[in-house]
């Protein structure tokens, strides 16, 4: 049997991968309640695209994916937080509050999964987004919660979670990295 790299996998699963402009663009908001079916043509597609994932790949600290991540330059993420916890659905998500207390821990990305970076974070994040009716709706996160949606808010803002790596700090390998399997440590 033939050794298929982590982001081969990703690859074959439909994941856009580093290097693809899409990446590098801000996606495109949606107007709501307008453009309501789009978005959750949009969102059903994300899903899909998790599930695919989930079968391949376990995530113990919970998993998310951006539109551009699938190809859809539209401001949309799904993430999963660990456990049994309901999806949050993030729909022109933006970020308009951060705590000042961060702390650095490992991230993964869908779009090159061959690598692990210690990325700096805030430990608490407030954010806006919009329902599929149209309203506004504020939401704090913490922790490991607030890393993921920040990770994919980054995305929808065409931003890899590299840009966010300190000047001196470079990703590892998969292989090295020992702690795929366990949640994030938080003091």
């Given at each position: 049997?033939?050794?298929?790299?982590?982001?081969?996998?990703?690859r074959?699963?439909?994941?856009?991968q580093?290097?693809?402009?899409?990446?590098?663009?801000?996606?495109?908001?949606?107007?709501?309640?307008?453009?309501?079916?789009e978005?959750?043509?949009?969102?059903?597609?994300?899903?899909?695209a998790?599930?695919?994932?989930?079968?391949?790949?376990?995530?113990?600290k919970?998993?998310?994916?951006?539109?551009?991540?699938?190809?859809?330059?539209?401001?949309?993420?799904?993430?999963q937080?660990?456990?049994?916890?309901?999806?949050?659905?993030?729909?022109?998500?933006?970020?308009?509050?951060?705590?000042?207390?961060?702390?650095?821990?490992?991230e993964g990305?869908?779009?090159?999964?061959?690598?692990?970076?210690?990325?700096?974070?805030?430990?608490?994040?407030?954010?806006?987004?919009?329902?599929l009716?149209?309203?506004?709706?504020?939401t704090?996160y913490e922790?490991?919660?607030?890393?993921?949606?920040?990770?994919?808010?980054?995305h929808?803002d065409?931003q890899?979670?590299?840009?966010?790596?300190?000047?001196?700090?470079?990703?590892?390998?998969?292989?090295?990295?020992?702690q795929?399997?366990r949640?994030?440590?938080?003091?």
């Amino acid at each position: 049997m033939i050794d298929v790299r982590p982001s081969q996998q990703m690859r074959d699963l439909g994941v856009v991968q580093r290097g693809a402009g899409i990446l590098a663009e801000a996606a495109r908001a949606f107007d709501l309640p307008a453009q309501r079916d789009e978005a959750e043509r949009v969102v059903d597609g994300l899903f899909v695209a998790m599930e695919r994932i989930g079968q391949v790949h376990p995530f113990a600290k919970g998993m998310g994916i951006a539109a551009p991540q699938i190809g859809i330059a539209r401001a949309a993420a799904v993430v999963q937080p660990p456990g049994d916890a309901p999806a949050i659905i993030l729909l022109n998500p933006r970020i308009t509050d951060c705590s000042d207390e961060m702390d650095e821990q490992y991230e993964g990305c869908l779009s090159f999964f061959d690598v692990r970076g210690l990325v700096p974070r805030p430990l608490k994040i407030t954010i806006e987004t919009t329902t599929l009716t149209g309203q506004t709706v504020t939401t704090v996160y913490e922790r490991g919660l607030a890393r993921l949606i920040h990770h994919e808010i980054d995305h929808l803002d065409g931003q890899l979670y590299t840009a966010r790596m300190r000047t001196a700090v470079q990703p590892i390998p998969v292989e090295e990295y020992r702690q795929t399997g366990r949640a994030w440590a938080y003091e």
